[in-house]
């Protein structure tokens, strides 16, 4: 049996205007994973875009796991501690392959 490489996952809630969107967001990463034959690891959801604890939680886990790769629902979803092409450029500065579910 093959075990698939782990995709990681981030989605900021703040982007999203309800739980119901948030969980749309979540099965869209699901749906990304499956498609591109990952296994979806941990969806780190940012709540408090001013704490950014999600996201540094996400930096930890790509450092301790060996995974890199992650997938956002957009690449708006990466605005948290910046723009979302500065956020992109930190995260591959992990050596984390950054994707977006969805590429409108």
Do not use: I
């Amino acid at each position: 049996m093959t075990t698939l490489p782990t995709l990681l996952g981030y989605v900021r809630a703040d982007a999203l205007s309800c739980a119901e969107e948030l969980a749309a967001a979540t099965d869209s990463l699901v749906a990304f994973a499956s498609a591109e034959g990952y296994t979806l690891g941990t969806v780190y959801t940012e709540r408090d875009a001013a704490e950014s604890t999600a996201f540094h939680a996400l930096l930890e886990e790509l450092k301790r796991s060996g995974v890199h790769a992650v997938v956002v629902p957009t690449m708006n979803h990466l605005g948290t501690v910046g723009t979302p092409a500065a956020t992109q450029q930190h995260l591959e500065f992990h050596q984390a392959h950054v994707w977006a579910a969805d590429s409108r």
